[in-house]
């Protein structure tokens, strides 16, 4: 696949300003010209964030955004892939993520993750890729025999699009896990449904027996109820002819007893009483009286024998008569209006206690009415009552978890052998497997394709061999060598040769290229002018290998020195603290 990329735009972007810049990819020797922290870098962080959302270089994704402006970053790229043009908006503050093809907006998914995962199989290449054969900076790429031997092979499996058997691999183990979590379900599902058809089988015995006993329950019960409904009708029965009774008796004693004692009848016979004491007692005494005073009490005259004598004997027939005849026939009339009221009381008592006993009685008949009416709820409740369990519908259950155990049993015997392909699937598609052939087959053409570089960098005595594990091996006139013990422009000189191999390898071998490789101060690093002038000149071959559609930007403060022909000139000028790009061609 070839990814013609046309056009970049960006604004607000490090130290470019609102005014932004905009750049058209030429094909052939470019060159990128700027004094330090004016910018130069910013071009491929513009780019890496508009295809993958990630500054190019090591700094947080916030720190893209023009500090002066300290908004509106938004950056464009247009590309081509056959015959259909694409253009991809992002944005920062606020946050843009537009993706266009053909001139319309293609729908967006759920996450960024997604639509980023999208874009690189959309261009063929993920960040790392991108990184280590499209836009090389010796300040934020580690040199490819520093790296760990796994991120060698990582980087190397991506190169030489085998990485794909990788993700094969982890898609097959995926499954097997999900095929193992299905069979430990499967499996301890089918034992549950053998322990329900257990349970089912001794449950059914159980409901026969069950069954049997539960008419002889009913008819007990039954029994039961309708000798407790004779007993309540008795006792009503028993309670009502006892209140009949009681409500006669106290008609009778109603009418026998009369009526109320007037009461002032014994008020009146009380006074009395009280009178005639009160006279007996006032003679009694002026009698004492007369024996003590000169005076007469009566009459206030002398006292004298006669006169005295006179007044006693009349004072003691007047208490005769009360004593022996007044107060007696009052005290008898007042005890007979006494006895009369106690008899009346008596009565009214006996009739009270009646009514208390009818009033007992009536309760005790309306709780019995309450109890029979319950009974009578109940005898219809029981008597509607039917047995819930059918042995006939447990049997059918039975019948289904027999079929469900054999069904279990098929599946279970289906994910055993999933299991045992993805098994051989995942030895095949693992290291040791067809991933190992092919390395060991693609090796070579590494091997060969940095060596030949190499050569032309003028280390022809110089040779370096990859095994299948990416462990180099490395020699200088047959002589072991390690990558350290060069010097710091022979290392440029090796680091140079296996870019090169990536970016010629990726395009004979992964089937991916595109019109641009970014170089950035690599040619700066501790090499000298001969070396520089190699790489050009193999720079030029590659344009000319790839028939001059290929566009090659250099970053570097050297190439003034050689006399070299180029297709433009991105010029970055510093002008009030912001960055003014300006293209030059020729």
């Known amino acids: 696949m070839f990814v013609e990329f046309k056009k970049l735009s960006f604004c607000n972007i490090m130290s470019y300003g609102a005014s932004g810049a905009e750049i058209d990819f030429q094909a052939g020797l470019n060159t990128i010209k700027a004094a330090n922290g004016s910018g130069k870098s910013s071009i491929l962080d513009a780019l890496t964030f508009v295809l993958f959302g990630k500054p190019y270089r090591d700094i947080k994704l916030s720190e893209l955004v023009n500090t002066a402006n300290g908004k509106g970053l938004e950056v464009t790229c247009e590309f081509k892939i056959g015959t259909d043009t694409y253009m991809i908006r992002r944005g920062l503050k606020p946050a843009i993520f537009e993706i266009y093809k053909n001139g319309k907006e293609m729908d967006m998914l759920s996450t960024k993750k997604l639509n980023q995962d999208e874009i690189d199989k959309l261009l063929g290449i993920n960040l790392r890729l991108f990184k280590n ?46 095929n193992n979590t299905e069979l430990d379900l499967k499996t301890t599902e089918r034992r549950g449904v053998v322990n329900s058809i257990e349970d089912n089988e001794s449950y059914i015995e159980n409901m026969r027996r069950y069954i049997a006993s539960f008419n002889e329950v009913k008819d007990a019960n ?111 009339r007042y005890r007979a209006y006494s006895d009369t009221v106690k008899t009346y009381q008596e009565k009214q008592s006996f009739i009270q206690t009646i009514r208390d006993k009818a009033r007992t009685e009536e309760i005790t008949r309306s709780t019995l009415e309450t109890e029979l009416n319950k009974a009578k709820q109940n005898l219809e409740k029981e008597s ?31 994910l055993t052998e999933k299991i045992l392909i993805d098994t051989q699937l995942i030895k095949i598609l693992g290291d040791d497997g067809i991933k190992s052939y092919f390395f060991k087959k693609l090796i070579k053409v590494l091997n060969k394709s940095v060596n030949e570089y190499l050569n032309k960098f003028e280390l022809k005595n110089t040779t370096i061999e990859f095994d299948e ?78 028939k001059k559609k290929l566009g090659i930007y250099i970053i570097s403060h050297k190439l003034s020195e050689l006399k070299i022909q180029i297709t433009s000139t991105i010029e970055i000028k510093k002008v009030h603290d912001y960055s003014i790009l300006e293209v030059k061609y020729g």
């Open 222 to 332: 039954l029994k039961t109820i309708r000798e407790n409904i004779d007993k309540y009708r008795k006792e009503i029965d028993k309670r009502t002819k006892n209140l009949a009774i009681a409500e006669s008796k106290i008609k009778e004693l109603t009418e026998e007893i009369g009526a109320v004692p007037d009461r002032s009848v014994g008020e009146s016979l009380n006074m009395e009483i009280g009178k005639v004491q009160s006279i007996i007692d006032n003679i009694n005494s002026t009698l004492s009286k007369l024996k003590k005073s000169r005076l007469c009490p009566v009459c206030n005259s002398p006292l004298d024998e006669g006169h005295a004598r006179k007044h006693i004997e009349g004072m003691l027939a007047e208490k005769k008569t009360m004593e022996k005849k007044t107060l007696p026939d009052l005290m008898e």
């Open 469 to 546: 594990t990416m462990a180099e091996t490395m020699t200088t006139n047959l002589i072991p060598r390690t990558y350290s013990s060069y010097s710091s422009g022979e290392r440029t000189r090796i680091d140079m040769s296996i870019l090169l191999a990536f970016f010629d390898i990726s395009r004979q071998i992964s089937n991916w290229s595109c019109n641009l490789l970014f170089i950035d101060e690599l040619l700066d690093q501790n090499i000298d002018q001969s070396g520089i002038e190699q790489f050009v000149s193999t720079l030029y071959n590659l344009i000319q290998l790839n």
């Open 133 to 178: 054969i499209v836009a090389v900076a010796v300040t934020n790429n580690k040199p490819f025999l520093s790296l760990p031997i796994g991120d060698k092979r990582a980087l190397i499996e991506n190169i030489f699009n085998i990485d794909v058997l990788g993700s094969m691999c982890k898609d097959v183990k995926k499954r097997k896990t999900v």
């Open 384 to 414: 509607g009552k039917a047995c819930p369990a059918s042995v006939d519908s447990y049997v059918e259950k039975l019948n289904a978890l027999r079929a469900q155990s054999e069904e279990l049993n098929k599946d279970i015997d289906v």
